[in-house]
């Protein structure tokens, strides 16, 4: 059994910072990509960030030089730093980590969400 757990999220400013963690615990032999998606209201699920197991990162157009991705291998946690937000970064954020487990099962496994919302 795998859970992954997000925190961080909250209520901003514009032109504020929001940091989100996501942890992931259980049964995990090793965990390969990371990442973080949003969905806001009205609109599809979309891909903001995601890192490698080899530090590689890759961001979407929208958050590129206001948003960073970490990875802390130790811990099996992910983080996304997010500066200068603005409204249209409202949205529900989820991270994603592709993962083995112990019983060497390979699988995507995704957390519940944490609400990020930018209003002043």
């Known amino acids: 059994q795998v859970q992954l757990v997000e925190s961080g999220g909250g209520l901003v400013q514009p032109g504020g910072s929001l940091r989100l963690s996501c942890a992931a615990s259980?049964?995990?032999?090793?965990?390969?990509?990371m990442g973080w998606y949003r969905q806001a209201p009205g609109k599809q699920r979309e891909l903001v960030a995601v890192?490698?197991?080899?530090?590689?990162?890759n961001y979407a157009d929208s958050v590129k030089g206001r948003f960073t991705i970490s990875r802390d291998n130790a811990l099996n946690t992910v983080y996304l730093q997010m500066n200068s937000l603005n409204p249209e970064d409202t949205a529900d954020y989820y991270c994603?980590?592709?993962?083995?487990?112990?019983?060497?099962?390979?699988?995507?496994?995704w957390g519940q969400g944490t609400q990020v919302t930018v209003s002043s």
């Open positions: 890192i490698t197991s080899g530090g590689t990162t």
């Open positions: 259980g049964s995990i032999a090793s965990i390969y990509a």
């Open positions: 994603t980590m592709n993962l083995w487990t112990t019983d060497l099962v390979q699988n995507d496994y």
